[in-house]
């Protein structure tokens, strides 16, 4: 959406210090992929899913969309796959799935609104994650806001968005209180990132036209990409995205990065532009492609990559 790229590729065009976009890698990239790459569920949704109520599963996206950030563990060096363990976005899902079994009203506004800290932690004892107050204040903002404005429903978001994608995330971009903005600065420029809210719209988009009509939303062919940690992973590991000496020290060396710090500012940059390249690249292969779709591609085969992989950037933010 233009709130999003046109700001980024303002920002890109001024120059990035400490990152470039290799496009010389593009041709391996889109000549390895397939059609089948380019379709499939961001953390198993269909699976995962199967267990919430349909008439629910909106409000479901939306909450857990909410507090979908900062889930590596606190050393992220022990972040390793084990078998038969969920673990990041795939464990939060899990996590909030388990909550409805056992009857938590996670998808009641009003519930959320008011929260206790008790009911808080009990559903989230089998995590080993940070920032939980602030996955806390996000929750009861969240409901707070649909109580305030949408009666108290979360499928009026989706109603009142006219089954628009992009009126879907101008919804939750001013109207939750804040949860869902993520804006900075760059160079003179106002950056728009949007990751959450873009995440709702890629789930309910591509994750649950199965379940109702009315999630199969109209324009996500122009939402952007989701600034995050796992595919500037990928895209390095490619060779698309090349680190300076100096951010690749601190990213190899697990050292954390600020959130708004320059480094991290321009790692979020350089991916929404490189996946924009990217999909216009693909296009000519594959007319439908959107940048969501590749978004998704990268971002499982990044989920894919073995323990002598670099590592991603950390960045402690509620944004992502």
């Not at 890698?25 to 198993?44: A, E, G, N, V």
């Not at 796959?81 to 799935?97: E, H, T, Y």
Request: hydrophobic share 40%.
């Amino acid at each position: 959406m233009e709130l999003i790229l046109g700001s980024v590729q303002a920002a890109y065009e001024k120059r990035l210090d400490h990152i470039t976009i290799e496009k010389k890698f593009f041709d391996q990239l889109c000549d390895t992929t397939d059609k089948d790459d380019l379709l499939p569920q961001r953390c198993d949704i269909d699976k995962r899913l199967n267990s919430v109520d349909p008439e629910e599963i909106f409000a479901f996206v939306v909450v857990y969309s909410s507090i979908a950030f900062s889930t590596w563990k606190k050393d992220y060096r022990q972040d390793e796959k084990i078998a038969g363990q969920s673990r990041g976005a795939n464990k939060l899902m899990d996590v909030l799935i388990a909550a409805k079994e056992n009857d938590y009203p996670i998808t009641d506004a009003a519930w959320i609104a008011g929260m206790s800290r008790i009911d808080f932690d009990d559903i989230f004892a089998d995590t080993e994650w940070k920032m939980m107050d602030e996955r806390h204040e996000n929750l009861k903002l969240v409901g707070k806001s649909v109580v305030e404005k949408f009666d108290g429903l979360f499928i009026n978001i989706l109603k009142c968005s006219g089954g628009s994608a992009i009126n879907i995330v101008k919804l939750l971009n001013e109207n939750m209180n804040g949860v869902f903005c993520d804006s900075c600065r760059f160079k003179g420029i106002d950056l728009h990132f949007l990751k959450l809210a873009q995440l709702v719209v890629m789930i309910t988009g591509y994750g649950l036209p199965h379940v109702r009509k009315e999630f199969q939303l109209s324009d996500l062919e122009l939402i952007n990409a989701l600034a995050d940690y796992k595919i500037p992973q990928y895209l390095r590991h490619v060779g698309v995205l090349k680190y300076d000496e100096k951010l690749s020290a601190i990213v190899d060396g697990y050292n954390q990065i600020p959130f708004g710090n320059i480094f991290e500012i321009e790692i979020r940059i350089a991916t929404v532009c490189a996946v924009h390249f990217i999909t216009n690249k693909l296009k000519k292969k594959y007319p439908f492609v959107t940048e969501l779709m590749v978004d998704m591609m990268l971002w499982n085969a990044a989920g894919d990559l073995g323990p002598g992989a670099r590592p991603h950037h950390l960045v402690r933010s509620k944004k992502y």
